[in-house]
């Protein structure tokens, strides 16, 4: 058992030590290579000197100069036979060898991968609408520098561009006569679909068509479920009139104060589009009614009726008839606000024997109406309407709380 033992521990120094030194050996490099018939020669010599031993195994470079009949012949087990043209051949190499490399120039790669990338594109004319639009490949950068510039709100009112998604929402565009910039779309159907009302774009090299593919239209949607097409449209102006609204405005103008959920504005100008109200203004605080969720949730209202935006307490005179009364759509009905009289809607006369503009002013569910909008009411003598509703509920959602109220002015005065 001893034996074995000894045995065994001498086999484990012996992996050890060669374990340890093979990674030492296997990183270095070695100066010379000994062949076999060296060895041969020097059996009996034993050591060598490293001086002696390079010069006989290291051979003097052949030179081509040397290739000569008379060497060939004397050291054909060396060297291979060479024909006068290998000979010609490797001295033409020698003086190109001599020779500074030349200098090879990079080309300048391209800073603007939007030019690049449009170089590549493919310009096709549609048979059906005759229409030309370019054909983006998948991740072209020249669509999400598009859509980078009109997603900031910044970038939106610069340049006066809203996006429009959707071919319903194209198509209301269309129809209320807005200036189209920029379509784009994943399929080529979706112009046929559209070709009544992008005739006078077919021609109108300010108006561009591009066939982008549809997941990056995804990536960029808002939306679930991307519809594939979208729109850049120019802003409409101030007391914008609708050219597809061929009804006579009823003379109410709605005030929109601290409106700042999107879903609910949506709804807002849906509503006073189906009225339609004379104009809806949108005091500063509110959502921006050009964005994508209100656009969805108003479903084309603000093709149909004049929309202002931004607007400060202090101008807001400017933009109301000289005669108007004003009420205001409040749900609290303990905290008298600036002595101003509360009362239920359906016993308000909103007529008052006068041909006066009704202007009506509601807030958001968070934030109220602020007390601008209760200092200018106190200033027209306006009232505050609330609509009865059963206890424990809080109040009514935006949206409906105004159809009740817009709905019971509209029946007073069309009476």
């Given amino acids: 058992k001893i034996e074995i033992f000894n045995t065994m521990s001498v086999r484990i120094n012996f992996l050890r030590n060669s374990f340890r030194t093979y990674t030492r050996w296997v990183s270095r490099r070695p100066s010379k290579i000994l062949e076999p018939k060296h ?5 009996s010599i034993g050591k060598v000197e490293l001086e002696e031993y390079n010069k006989l195994i290291q051979p003097k470079p052949i030179k081509s100069k040397d290739l000569t009949r008379e060497y060939l012949d004397t050291k054909q087990e060396n060297v291979t036979e060479l024909s006068l043209e290998d000979i010609e051949r490797n001295e033409e190499d ?25 170089k590549q594109n493919q310009i096709i004319v549609d048979e059906a609408t005759n229409i030309e639009y370019e054909k983006l490949k998948m991740g072209d ?10 997603k900031s709100r910044k970038e939106r009112l610069k340049s006066n561009q809203i996006l429009l998604e959707g071919r319903r929402l194209i198509q209301d565009g269309l129809e209320a006569g807005l200036k189209l910039h920029k379509l ?26 591009y066939k982008v593919a549809y997941s990056d239209m995804t990536l960029w949607s808002d939306l679930k479920t991307n519809p594939g097409i979208m729109g850049l449209f120019s802003r409409p102006p101030l007391y914008y009139i609708p050219q597809n609204v061929d009804v006579s405005f009823v003379p109410i103008t709605v005030i929109c104060d601290n409106i700042r959920e999107p879903s609910n504005l949506g709804s807002v100008i849906r509503t006073c589009a189906a009225i339609p109200c004379h104009q809806l203004l949108l005091m500063k605080g509110c959502v921006d009614p050009w964005d994508s969720k209100v656009l969805r949730s108003a479903s084309g209202g603000h093709f149909r009726l004049s929309l202002l935006d931004d607007i400060v307490w202090t101008n807001i005179k400017e933009h109301l008839p000289e005669k ?7 749900s609290n009905t303990d905290a008298p606000e600036l002595r101003l009289p ?11 024997n006068d041909n006066a503009h009704t202007v009506l002013i509601i807030g958001g569910e968070t934030e109220g109406i602020s007390s601008d909008a209760y200092q200018f009411a106190n200033y027209f003598n306006g009232q505050r309407v609330h609509i009865p509703i059963a206890k424990g509920v809080d109040s009514l959602n935006v949206g409906s709380a105004l159809s009740v109220l817009t709905f019971e002015i509209r029946r007073q005065l069309l009476k």
Avoid: G, H, W
Avoid at 39 to 43: D, I, S
């Fill in 324 to 330: 108007c009364k004003v009420f205001i759509a409040d």
């Fill in 94 to 118: 020698d003086k190109e060898s001599m020779k500074t490399p030349k200098k090879i120039k990079s080309k300048k790669s391209n800073s603007n991968p939007s030019k690049s990338s449009s």
């Fill in 342 to 352: 509360i009362e239920a809607y359906d016993k308000v006369d909103f007529i008052r």
């Fill in 141 to 150: 950068a020249k669509f999400s520098s598009i859509m980078v510039f009109i």
């Fill in 184 to 209: 784009m779309f994943s399929k080529v159907e979706y112009l046929a679909q559209l070709e009544k009302y992008l005739k006078m774009y077919d021609k109108d090299p300010n108006c561009l068509f």
């Fill in 39 to 43: 060895l041969k020669e020097f059996e």
